[in-house]
């Protein structure tokens, strides 16, 4: 299968064109510029736009006009979690608005004094889930991932924007990670994860999918089995330019294998994707081969 590869596309120079927009005109210049260049890489970025169609062919069960249109949509909501996500960081974030459906779960976790574990996907915005929650539930979220951002393009980021608002602890080959995961958890922390990305090499899980077989990382699910802590899955989903739907299910508390927590996860997962299609943003074959 063609697999994901860490990193993130986009040019530093359209990194620096949006950030100008939004520190000076706000977010609705930036979407306005936005639909000119999302059409352009519908027209020309062939690999991302084939697999996307393909995906939507097979999970939607819809014809090839219909996917195009799921795809060029995509394009515009991911050019959009972009602008909104540089918009926090700029302090610009006031202009959104969101729902939060069960946000008492998270409340209830911290009330507990165990910590707990976030497990969110590719699908929606989940950097400005923990921007809008972040005061409301938890001043400490740490944000477990693969720090492989192009070097040049992070640095501009964090320069222009002050970096993310997140604590990052990266994934490490001797698994220093392991240690402070175990830290902030003891010190009732929140430690969020994505569970639908893996990389070459690494041990993964198959299962149903969205009327096909796919390949999930075992690894976050067997960090959430191994930890008293709760594991809930948390979602952030555009419902229109402006207003966000954030929710959370029922805390997993009693201890689970990671192959049970990862099926109540893909359930959910599946979900979230037939309700918001165009936010489904995994740009390579999900499908096992």
């Not at 890489?41 to 736009?49: H, L, Q, R, V, W």
């Not at 175990?182 to 090499?201: F, S, V």
């Amino acid at each position: 299968m063609a697999q994901w590869d860490g990193r993130s596309r986009g040019t530093v120079l359209g990194y620096r064109i949006f950030v100008f927009l939004i520190q000076y005109g706000g977010v609705k210049p930036a979407y306005f510029l936005l639909r000119f260049v999302t059409y352009y890489y519908f027209i020309f970025a062939a690999k991302p736009k084939k697999i996307l169609i393909n995906f939507y062919r097979k999970a939607l069960k819809v014809n090839e006009a219909a996917a195009k249109n799921y795809c060029r949509k995509n394009f515009y909501f991911l050019g959009q979690t972009l602008v909104d996500r540089t918009a926090f960081l700029l302090g610009k974030g006031n202009v959104f608005s969101h729902h939060f459906e069960n946000e008492k779960y998270l409340i209830e976790m911290q009330e507990q004094k165990k910590g707990g574990i976030l497990i969110s996907a590719h699908v929606g915005n989940w950097e400005t889930a923990g921007n809008l929650l972040k005061s409301r539930v938890s001043s400490t979220i740490h944000v477990l991932m693969v720090d492989a951002e192009a070097k040049k393009l992070k640095q501009y980021l964090d320069n222009s924007t002050g970096g993310s608002q997140f604590s990052i602890i990266a994934v490490k080959d001797d698994l220093s990670h392991i240690v402070k995961v175990n830290n902030a958890l003891a010190a009732n922390e929140l430690i969020a994860m994505h569970g639908d990305r893996y990389l070459p090499g690494v041990k993964t899980i198959e299962l149903d999918f969205m009327g096909g077989k796919a390949k999930f990382p075992y690894g976050p699910f067997l960090l959430a089995s191994r930890f008293s802590a709760p594991v809930t899955f948390v979602f952030a989903l555009k419902a229109n330019d402006f207003h966000y739907e954030l929710s959370a299910t029922e805390p997993i508390t009693e201890k689970k294998s990671p192959e049970a927590i990862a099926a109540l996860y893909v359930e959910e997962l599946e979900k979230k994707v037939k309700k918001y299609p165009e936010q489904w943003f995994n740009y390579y074959d999900f499908y096992s081969q």
